[in-house]
């Protein structure tokens, strides 16, 4: 289990998957060696190989969750380079997540995470744009109208 804090070797997600598990049942030694995972300062790099190759949700949570706080704590000395690769992954998700009803009402927790991401990124406005160039057509645009309505209605 060391191997998941080994940043010298590609991340063993299906490993990630069942500690996930493990965490979300409440094992206490799982906690502490995620807990290790996710103050590491690379864990963040490491949140686009879960999203994409995990097949659990509790993992897509977790890596949400590593992302989430590296924008938060690690945003502002970030190259302008690494922003936009965020900004465009997160984006990119979301459209992918929003391909039709039966997928956003599938992936719907972790649109929402997404969601709080894409806003603290500042790409709100490109993923309206893309999502009106992206197929479909009107599901990604009626996420990206429900996340401007967001923004902007207080509560």
Same mark, same amino acid.
């Given at each position: 289990? &060391?191997?998941?804090?080994?940043?010298?070797?590609?991340?063993?997600? /299906?490993?990630?998957?069942?500690?996930?598990?493990?965490?979300?049942? !409440?094992?206490?030694?799982?906690?502490?060696? *995620?807990?290790?995972?996710?103050?590491?300062?690379? /864990?963040?790099?490491?949140?686009?190989?879960?999203?994409?190759?995990?097949?659990?949700?509790?993992?897509?949570? *977790?890596?949400?969750?590593?992302?989430?706080?590296?924008?938060?704590?690690?945003?502002?000395?970030?190259?302008?380079? &690494?922003?936009?690769?965020?900004?465009?992954?997160?984006?990119? *998700?979301?459209?992918?997540?929003?391909?039709?009803?039966?997928?956003?009402?599938?992936?719907? &927790?972790?649109?929402?995470?997404?969601?709080?991401?894409?806003? &603290?990124?500042? /790409?709100?406005?490109?993923?309206?744009?893309?999502?009106?160039?992206?197929?479909?057509?009107?599901?990604?645009?009626?996420?990206?109208?429900?996340?401007?309505?967001?923004?902007?209605?207080? !509560?």
């Amino acid at each position: 289990m &060391q191997h998941l804090v080994d940043f010298s070797k590609p991340l063993d997600v /299906a490993l990630f998957d069942k500690l996930a598990a493990g965490f979300f049942q !409440g094992h206490q030694k799982i906690a502490q060696l *995620l807990v290790n995972f996710q103050s590491h300062p690379q /864990a963040w790099m490491r949140v686009d190989s879960i999203l994409e190759k995990s097949s659990s949700q509790e993992a897509k949570v *977790l890596a949400l969750r590593i992302l989430e706080d590296a924008v938060r704590t690690k945003w502002k000395p970030l190259p302008k380079e &690494q922003k936009e690769g965020i900004r465009a992954f997160v984006v990119g *998700l979301i459209i992918k997540l929003s391909s039709s009803p039966d997928t956003m009402k599938a992936q719907a &927790q972790l649109l929402k995470k997404l969601d709080v991401v894409l806003v &603290q990124v500042g /790409a709100l406005i490109l993923l309206v744009c893309r999502s009106l160039r992206c197929s479909p057509f009107w599901t990604s645009c009626r996420h990206a109208a429900t996340l401007c309505h967001r923004a902007t209605v207080p !509560g």
